[in-house]
């Protein structure tokens, strides 16, 4: 009889992990590397749409295919610099998942919220803010979410339960209609298809390479130089300690994705963990919080919470500010009028 290690069978089952220098750049190259004509060709959209396609079938399996409408100028693609991507791509330094650590539950079928025993529900219990009124998940029975701004711990690939589990969301994919529209102020932009989508929606991760602190300032200081930035501090709520030189361990390099701004979002990004132990290192999921009307651009607020004092943009002129500010066209009534330049 052989003797088989579990612990060499989850490292071998694991799910795959990603590097940032390995993500892939050779389209973009190429893209690029042609004559305008082409790249402002119905072909280039075609490609376009095919390689997001492709990206994105192994974690969207269910999700209606992004298409890419412009009605505003002739530029017919977004630039050929993003690989459009659900994916962590870890920077040097910053430690892969460990599956050995992964708390994972028992459950045979799908798991029961209102268990007293199943691990997810507990460990769920552990991070949720008491002053909620949650309990069991984060999704209700049509695997919505049912509050913003608290971390979401789904079910992970060693669990025991059924794949129709509530607790599995963010890994099943979107299932709503999305589109990227060019906007007439704002650049491109994410937009609903044809259907109302409901608040709670899950509708994709903010992607990137995950970075050091440290990395991630020396980009900031180089980025900012140029009037341009998606850096991302992964510094939620439930991460943050009493301790006043408290800092985030990482950042999210968005460099090559991204919605755009308002000043009264009708998005949020949440913090999410499934294959992952590192408390710092969760998915950045974006979810609808309100009813989003058919063909609505779908937006986030760069600025993360009102009372958050990293919040508001603050005065441009403040002692040791090196950020830069652009005008805001998100046109709400609560429009501030400015917003980081990025
Ligand atoms: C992260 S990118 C978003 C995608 C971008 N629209 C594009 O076409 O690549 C951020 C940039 O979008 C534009 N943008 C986003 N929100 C905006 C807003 N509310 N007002 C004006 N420009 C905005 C700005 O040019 C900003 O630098």
Known sequence: MTWIDYRDLMREYAPDVKLAKDLPHQIQDRMNALPPLFRRSDMARALLEAAISANTAEDEPTAP?????????DDVVPPWEFHYSNKLWH???????NPLNLVSCDCEGPCNPKSKTCACVRRQA???DKETRIDGFMYDAYGRLKESGQPIFECNEFCGCSDDCTNRVVQHGRKCEIHIVKTKDKGWGVFAG??????????GIYSGEILTEREGEERGIKYNKFGRT??????FGHLQSEDKDWSNTYVMDAYHAGNNHSCDPNCWINACYINEDNIQKPLLTIFTFRDVEPKEELCFSYYGEQDDENGDPGS???????AVYRPCMCGTARCTGRMWKT
């Open 126 to 128: 552990k991070y949720i």
């Open 230 to 235: 998606y850096l991302f501090d992964i510094d």
């Open 194 to 203: 044809n259907k109302k989508i409901p608040a709670g929606t899950f509708l």
């Open 91 to 97: 920077g040097d330094g910053v430690p892969l998942p």
């Open 65 to 73: 295919p992004i298409s890419i409408i412009n009605n505003i100028d």
């Open 316 to 322: 441009p002129d403040a002692p040791g500010s090196d």
